[in-house]
């Protein structure tokens, strides 16, 4: 919480580290890329609800939603850009 400073949540899954978060432009989700080839979109609204992954071929070190949050774009350690 940003009025107390005490911690609200965790958020675990990914089996190597996070490489980057971003929160979706419109919906209450995050999405988490990781050095472990996965996506995951978490809905921040809905407590231990299972996230929603998606696999890359290498690990992940970026990733960004469009404007309109209909897409996400995940980019790899080897260059490789993929629309989801």
Do not use: M
């Not at 209450?28 to 996506?39: E, I, P």
């Not at 469009?66 to 993929?82: A, K, S, V």
């Amino acid at each position: 919480s940003v009025q107390t400073g005490k911690l609200t949540d965790v958020l675990t899954g990914h089996v190597g580290p996070v490489s980057a978060l971003e929160f979706h432009p419109v919906r209450g989700t995050l999405a988490s890329a990781s050095w472990d080839g996965t996506v995951k979109v978490w809905d921040l609204y809905k407590s231990n609800s299972v996230p929603e992954t998606f696999e890359n071929s290498a690990d992940v070190v970026c990733l960004a939603f469009r404007p309109d949050g209909n897409e996400i774009c995940t980019g790899t350690i080897r260059g490789l850009l993929r629309f989801w």
